[in-house]
């Protein structure tokens, strides 16, 4: 009997620790809801910069939205709840200097926290921070006399800071070439650290795209005429 009870005991142990397959089933993509451009017209480029903030708001950047006459192209950005509802809208606070081609305002956005929101406008050498009922906040702008993009990419980086992308800095006459550069910036204005290209000879434009990599990390893109590369950098 003792060794019938045995062989049961480990009959259900055996049977307790089989693992059924697990099945994945492939699901269809929900569409939940759609934003437009509040003013739609061609070549609005409405969509061309987007940013979540929080879980029930979304940003949405339309880089060449127009004034009277169209050869001023001031750029927008929107704040919408993702019922649809319009809440915010930013506009450039200076007149675009690039008159039809426009400044890009709103080509990159970037949130930090729930109130706060950073539109780059790299053809004016510009970085804006707004709350988010429309209050200009900071303006930040290129240290490099000779930067063409400066804000054309853009990552919030934890609780005080914006990491700022400029690929069209530190021209090259030899490569004919933009060696490009990152800055890291306080939310006050104060310049922290200029990230150079580490690899002059291979790559090009440092800064085309910036992501914060956790609290003490910041990975930078580099993709000019040469191959491309990432670069990761505490």
Same mark, same amino acid.
């Given at each position: 009997?003792?060794?019938?009870?045995?062989? =049961?005991?480990?009959?259900? =142990?055996? %049977?307790?620790?089989?693992?059924?397959?697990?099945?994945?089933?492939?699901? %269809?993509?929900?569409?939940?809801?759609?934003?437009?451009?509040?003013?739609?017209?061609?070549?609005?480029?409405?969509?061309?910069?987007?940013?979540?903030?929080?879980?029930?708001?979304?940003?949405?950047?339309?880089?060449?939205?127009?004034? %009277?006459?169209?050869? %001023?192209n001031v750029g927008a950005v929107y704040l919408f709840h993702t019922n649809g509802t319009l809440l915010t809208t930013f506009t450039n606070p200076i007149s675009p200097s690039f008159g039809y081609f426009g400044d890009c305002f709103?080509?990159? =956005? $970037?949130?930090?926290?729930?109130?706060?929101?950073?539109?780059?406008?790299?053809?004016?050498?510009?970085?804006?921070?707004?709350?988010?009922?429309? $209050?200009?906040v900071k303006t930040f702008s290129t240290p490099n006399p000779d930067d063409q993009s400066f804000g054309l990419a853009i990552s919030a980086f934890g609780n005080g800071r914006i990491l700022i992308g400029a690929p069209e800095s530190n021209w090259d006459n030899d490569s004919y070439d933009w060696f490009g550069a990152a800055y890291l910036y306080s939310t006050n204005g104060a310049l922290l650290k200029t990230f150079s290209n580490p690899d002059k000879s291979s790559v090009s434009e440092l800064g085309s795209s910036v992501a914060a990599f956790g609290s003490d990390r910041v990975l930078i893109g580099a993709s000019g005429y040469y191959p491309g590369a990432a670069y990761l950098f505490n």
């Amino acid at each position: 009997l003792k060794e019938n009870m045995k062989s =049961i005991i480990t009959l259900l =142990i055996a %049977t307790s620790c089989v693992v059924a397959p697990l099945t994945l089933t492939a699901q %269809t993509p929900v569409l939940i809801n759609s934003f437009t451009n509040p003013t739609p017209a061609a070549g609005d480029f409405f969509g061309l910069g987007v940013a979540a903030l929080g879980n029930e708001r979304v940003l949405v950047g339309a880089k060449n939205i127009a004034t %009277t006459p169209i050869s %001023t192209n001031v750029g927008a950005v929107y704040l919408f709840h993702t019922n649809g509802t319009l809440l915010t809208t930013f506009t450039n606070p200076i007149s675009p200097s690039f008159g039809y081609f426009g400044d890009c305002f709103g080509k990159a =956005i $970037a949130t930090l926290g729930s109130e706060r929101v950073f539109i780059g406008s790299p053809h004016d050498l510009k970085v804006y921070l707004f709350t988010t009922n429309g $209050a200009l906040v900071k303006t930040f702008s290129t240290p490099n006399p000779d930067d063409q993009s400066f804000g054309l990419a853009i990552s919030a980086f934890g609780n005080g800071r914006i990491l700022i992308g400029a690929p069209e800095s530190n021209w090259d006459n030899d490569s004919y070439d933009w060696f490009g550069a990152a800055y890291l910036y306080s939310t006050n204005g104060a310049l922290l650290k200029t990230f150079s290209n580490p690899d002059k000879s291979s790559v090009s434009e440092l800064g085309s795209s910036v992501a914060a990599f956790g609290s003490d990390r910041v990975l930078i893109g580099a993709s000019g005429y040469y191959p491309g590369a990432a670069y990761l950098f505490n």
